[in-house]
């Protein structure tokens, strides 16, 4: 039965619905048509199953052509509805198109049923398709988006890991390490000058390699983030920024606590260190002011620069992979990212987010307590 059409007529003359019929299937094959004659057959049709095309009279005993319409478009709103009329002025024909009826044909005139049927279920099934593609389109940019936050938890997470793995298991293997060079310095003789400076210069080796791996550890996922909260966090970043590029950074803040949820950190501390970076590769300029803020229930973080200033074509170039992970991270908790450039003044980035639950946050604190790994002895 692929291919054939359901038309359902809506006619209380059993002559004209004959005529209508006869019509129908003398222009052309593939279609099947279903006769209700009253309000009650009507519903019950649509019930039964939802036809592909309605033809309908203007005026029936127990229902009018606009009620009709109105039924139609709430049972099954995509379904193609044409009146055909005895009668019908003008006004009311064109009215009938406003509310919403495909087309209307005269009885007079049914040579003209058959075009209007076919050209109406062809347009119906070029907006099915047009909405399955934009349905499709959707699902696939829900699920782009759903994978870019399941890549970043999951990179974020790696990195605390690591990070952690570093600090911990490096730096107290290798503060052991040093303790034993202590204890051998302690049993050589005096008189092993050429020992004693190899022993001091194995310990400065282990000294900085200490350094090293508590730099590498910090960049990876600074402690400070977890173990202080934001505030700190980005006070650390923005001098570590200022001592690396001898740009003026400054951070002000007006927030009554510090805050703990993990999620809204991260997400404000990677937001400000892609704008710190961006600053230095793009903005050419030489001071930075940082804005740490609680407005309305949201959390707000101000990036603001005096450099060259972003133009509208950057801000809307959808290539700038920085900017949309900007903004992907804060839509994720339900926020936004405004960036705006005035020349002479520079770019200011703006992130909101809001404030999340008090259970989210005593959540996280526990999920940070817990997922320490105790220190082992050296
Ligand atoms: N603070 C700024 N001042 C001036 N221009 C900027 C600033 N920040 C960004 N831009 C402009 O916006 C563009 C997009 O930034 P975005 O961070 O998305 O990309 P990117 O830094 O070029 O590369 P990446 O994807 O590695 O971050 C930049 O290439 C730059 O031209
Ligand atoms: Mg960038």
């Not at 519903?43 to 309908?56: A, F, G, M, T």
């Not at 300029?285 to 074509?313: F, H, M, P, W, Y």
């Not at 992130?351 to 790994?373: C, D, G, Q, T």
Request: net charge positive.
């Amino acid at each position: 039965m692929n291919g054939v059409k359901w038309i359902l007529l809506l006619e209380d003359n059993p002559r004209d619905a004959e005529l209508i019929e006869h019509a129908l299937q003398r222009g052309t094959s593939g279609f099947r048509v279903e006769h209700a004659d009253s309000r009650r057959a009507f519903i019950h049709c649509i019930k039964q199953r939802v036809p592909d095309l309605i033809l309908s009279d203007f005026s029936l005993p127990t229902l009018d052509g606009y009620t009709a319409l109105s039924i139609a478009q709430k049972k099954c709103p995509d379904v193609p509805f044409i009146f055909v009329s005895g009668t019908l002025g003008e006004e009311t024909a064109i009215e009938t198109l406003k509310q919403g009826a495909t087309d209307y044909v005269l009885k007079a005139h049914l040579s003209r049923l058959v075009p209007s049927v076919q050209r109406a279920l062809r347009e119906a099934k070029e907006r099915t398709g047009r909405r399955r593609a934009q349905e499709q389109l959707r699902r696939s940019h829900k699920q782009l988006r759903t994978l870019s936050v399941h890549l970043q938890q999951v990179r974020e997470a790696e990195q605390i890991r690591i990070a952690r793995e570093v600090h911990d298991e490096l730096g107290q293997a290798l503060t052991g390490l040093k303790l034993q060079l202590i204890w051998l310095a302690s049993r050589l003789p005096r008189q092993s000058k050429l020992l004693h400076a190899k022993v001091r210069s194995m310990a400065m080796n282990i000294d900085e390699t200490i350094l090293a791996v508590r730099r590498i550890a910090t960049e990876l996922r600074p402690g400070v983030l977890d173990t202080a909260g934001l505030l700190p966090a980005l006070e650390w970043q923005a001098n570590q920024f200022q001592t690396q590029t001898g740009i003026v950074c400054e951070v002000k803040a007006r927030m009554k606590e510090t805050l703990w949820d993990q999620d809204l950190n991260t997400a404000f501390f990677r937001i400000f260190q892609e704008a710190l970076t961006n600053v230095i590769r793009h903005a050419k300029a030489s001071k930075v002011e940082v804005r740490l803020a609680e407005e309305d229930g949201e959390v707000v973080l101000e990036v603001k620069d005096n450099g060259r200033a972003i133009s509208q074509t950057e801000i809307h170039n959808t290539n700038s992979i920085g900017l949309l992970g900007m903004r992907e991270r804060a839509a994720l908790l339900g926020g936004n990212v405004f960036i705006q450039g005035e020349r002479g003044k520079g770019t200011i980035l703006t992130a909101r987010i809001p404030k999340p639950s008090r259970k989210r946050i005593r959540l996280h604190l526990h999920e940070n307590i817990n997922h320490r790994r105790p220190r082992r002895r050296a």
